[in-house]
């Protein structure tokens, strides 16, 4: 059992892998598919590292979400597969970087500042 933590903008993802298992997804207490409202690409996103080294049905995942949206959550929940993968194995990191799965992405909403209405939306400009 390997614990390990991605994160993207505001979601933070607790992954443990569970070697000798069926494949199996647990997000928060439900499988992937229902905690990820049946979008089918969530899915794609979170077992990409397992894909690309061949690990699909070797182990279990149970991943504990918080923050963010949902994209935000697949995206980090991705980002600690990887991490843990490495951690069970370092021979895996290398197909895993070339894939880019090890790259955090920095990415965050922009601060707002004063005189503007959001981040870099003005107020009308008035000549008169």
Known sequence: MVIAIG??????????????GTGEILINGKPAAEYMQGNSRFPKVIQGPLES???????????????????????????????????????????LKAEGFLTRDPRCKERRKYGLKKARKAPQFSKR
Request: charged content about 25%.
């Open 7 to 20: 994160r993207r903008k505001k979601a933070i993802a607790q992954v443990e892998l569970v070697s000798g």
């Open 53 to 95: 080294l061949g690990l699909e049905d070797t182990y279990d995942l149970i991943i504990k979400c918080s923050g963010g949206g949902l994209t935000g959550q697949a995206e980090a929940i991705q980002l600690g597969l990887a991490r843990a993968l490495i951690a069970v194995k370092s021979t895996n990191r290398p197909p």
